[in-house]
């Protein structure tokens, strides 16, 4: 039998105790206007019977690969890049679901951009049966997205599509010892090939649940992720990469509540200095800059507001640190003061209660 021609997608799939799940995601594979796609499912030694759902499923794009023992996930995703076939790579979770367009709207794109390695979509939650809004920057450029890349991780991993060839170059695929932060830091490697971007528009749901791999070894994810932005940031701040990179990872990506000014300025002086670095180096097109400006604005006026609600920082000290450079000034003073106010509400009841 001759074997059927490469597709233009491969799907990565790790599947570990997913069979509730499961059958749901595909079927939002199945309902993609573009249809020329494999989906390379690897069952980690499941327990469950998410293999025989899947043997249920009476499509031949779909190919099942059984582990002969349990791996974890990185390792997973890392069998199913050794069999994928197709010209791009989609990331694709067992519980995530993909809105019809997706894939017609990423390699449309692709195709068009051919220096775009990687491109990401807008993504919408589902967390316990309700869908809310994406959290992250609701517009972007791609030197947006390399911005963010230096202080968070501004990418929903089963939103991703990237090319094939892009990512064979890289030493491995995705680096099992950074587990919880595998994709973040499978983003900074690719973008030594070429530029990552994203599509605004909401192409998939995320299914947070509360049992999840990241909501479960928090510790390890700061502490991957402590390792990735440290690493991307050396050359340019050498000895102080770690501790800026802990900084970011702490009180922007983790929105941990600054526990004094002193940390505070920390942070405000690395956001400042990074910033300036980024634009006097990588020189965004104005509408980037602005947009930037603003993306990491509202980041430090969220590290105001969660000090002053948790009661970690007061009024005055969140007030007398407000880098300018960052574009936000003063502005927002108003919600601060509101923070202020909500946070001394909570320290009463907390006392009385």
Not at 243 to 271: E, K, N
Not at 347 to 353: D, K, P, S
Request: glycine share 6%; charged share 25%; aromatic share 6%.
């Amino acid at each position: 039998m001759q074997p059927s021609p490469a597709p233009t997608i491969s799907v990565l799939m790790a599947l570990y105790n997913g069979a509730a799940l499961v059958g749901e995601t595909i079927a939002t594979l199945q309902a993609q206007t573009f249809g020329d796609w494999e989906l390379i499912v690897v069952d980690d030694r499941s327990t469950d019977n998410g293999v025989a759902v899947l043997k249920t499923i009476d499509d031949a794009r779909i190919r099942i690969v059984e582990q002969p023992v349990n791996q974890g996930v990185v390792r997973a995703r890392n069998t199913a890049f050794a069999h994928a076939r197709g010209r791009y790579l989609a990331a694709l979770d067992h519980d995530d679901l993909c809105h019809p367009e997706r894939f017609a709207r990423q390699v449309a794109y692709l195709d068009a951009h051919p220096d775009t390695v990687l491109l990401g979509t807008a993504a919408n939650i589902l967390d316990d049966g309700a869908v809310l809004p994406p959290t992250l920057a609701p517009i972007t450029t791609p030197s947006v997205i390399e911005w963010l890349l230096k202080i968070e991780n501004p990418l929903v991993w089963s939103s991703v599509m990237m090319r094939a060839d892009a990512a064979r170059r890289l030493d491995i695929f995705m680096r099992p010892e950074l587990i919880c932060a595998e994709d973040y830091d499978l983003y900074h490697r690719i973008a030594r090939f070429g530029t990552i971007a994203r599509l605004d528009e909401e192409l998939m749901t995320y299914r947070r649940t509360r049992g999840s791999l990241s909501q479960r070894r928090v510790d390890e994810l700061r502490a991957c992720s402590v390792s990735v932005l440290a690493d991307a940031h050396r050359d340019h701040l050498g000895e102080e990469a770690e501790d800026v990179a802990s900084l970011l990872v702490h009180y922007v990506m983790g929105q941990l509540p600054v526990p004094d000014r002193a940390t505070l300025r920390r942070l405000g002086d690395a956001l400042v200095r990074l910033q300036a670095h980024f634009i006097e180096t990588r020189r965004p097109d104005a509408a980037s800059r602005k947009l930037l400006r603003w993306e990491t604005a509202r980041r430090w006026a969220r590290v105001g507001r969660t000090g002053l609600r948790t009661g970690s920082l007061g009024l005055i000290a969140t007030a007398s640190v407000r880098p300018d450079h960052l574009g936000l000034g003063y502005a927002g003073l108003d919600e601060l003061i509101l923070s202020r106010i909500v946070g001394g509400a909570r320290n009463v009841l907390r006392r009385t209660g």
